[in-house]
């Protein structure tokens, strides 16, 4: 059975447009108009990736797609954003969606997102039993996305946050391009022109700050990209 991709937007003519551009494509494709309609479609279980405009008629702004991302169970989520405002895609990113988009739309970049979340959710479905990573304090368990700081609390990362978070770690004490993180946690090419990556970045680490003398765990390469430190041998406790 094809997988149902549910797209809702106020403007009617960007729901014409783009189902009659992906009506090829090996996934369904159901249209709705209002924030109304599309909780409907996520509770009989329809999509299983819903592209959600931010402004409806019978809805708060951003208020759909809090409500998907708060679901126990919830479709992937891409967020269309109704400016090009660096300021609404970081907050879709913070909220903890799948990826994030300005409009205007086109339609040949929102597939290639869509197949890429789509497979990064594929990926991250795989059966993984690896035991949780120990990295300068925080013990971080990849294949749950969650994390132990070292205060004891937990974070809960998104997707792409986690692919992030394992590249880094797999290459921890050298630098990772954007080109290789954008690769790795995106499925595309980076784009100096938009801030997706940097803005997933900047999500992780509000996630990961404990408010000590520790030094941050992800670092900024000025030109490059991001890198974890290696951890520090520990010297021995001074005997009493």
Same mark, same amino acid.
């Given at each position: ?24 494509e090996p996934?369904? =494709? ?11 479609? +996520?509770?009989?279980?329809?999509? /299983? ?6 402004e409806?008629a019978d809805?708060p ?28 895609r ?10 994030c988009?300005? $409009? ?12 890429? =979340? ?6 991250g ?7 949780? +990573?120990?990295?300068?304090?925080? /013990? ?10 070292p ?7 998104? +997707? ?13 004490? *050298?630098?990772? /391009? ?6 790795? *946690? ?14 997933? =970045? *900047? /999500?992780?680490?509000? $996630?990961?700050? +404990?408010?000590?003398?520790? $030094? ?7 030109? =490059?990209?991001?890198?974890?430190d ?6 021995d406790?001074?005997?009493?």
């Open positions: 059975m094809p997988r149902t991709v549910l797209i809702t937007d106020r403007d009617p003519q960007i729901l014409n447009d783009l189902a009659t551009y992906f009506a090829s996934f369904a =494709v159901l249209t709705v108009g209002s924030a109304a309609e599309a909780r409907a479609a +996520v509770l009989q279980g329809t999509p /299983s990736l819903v592209v959600a405009g931010t409806f809805a702004p951003l208020d759909l797609a809090r409500w998907i991302l708060a679901r126990a169970v919830r479709p992937r989520l891409i967020v269309l954003c109704e400016r090009a405002d660096p300021v609404d970081t907050i879709g990113l913070e909220l903890g969606a799948d990826d988009m300005s $409009k205007p739309v086109f339609p040949r970049e929102l597939l290639a997102r869509i197949r890429s =979340v789509m497979r990064r959710a594929d990926e479905c795989a059966p993984r039993t690896a035991a949780p +990573v120990q990295v300068q304090g925080y /013990s971080i368990n990849l294949p749950s996305r969650l994390v132990t700081l205060s004891g609390g937990t974070a809960v990362l998104s +997707v792409t946050e986690a692919r992030v978070l394992e590249t880094l770690i797999a290459q921890r004490g *050298a630098p990772v /391009s954007r080109e290789e993180l954008s690769r790795h *946690a995106l499925g595309r090419p980076w784009n100096p022109e938009e801030r997706a990556l940097d803005q997933h =970045v *900047a /999500s992780l680490r509000r $996630k990961l700050f +404990v408010p000590t003398p520790l $030094k941050p765990l992800i670092h900024t390469v000025r030109n =490059v990209g991001y890198t974890i290696r951890d520090e041998a520990r010297p406790r001074p005997r009493a």
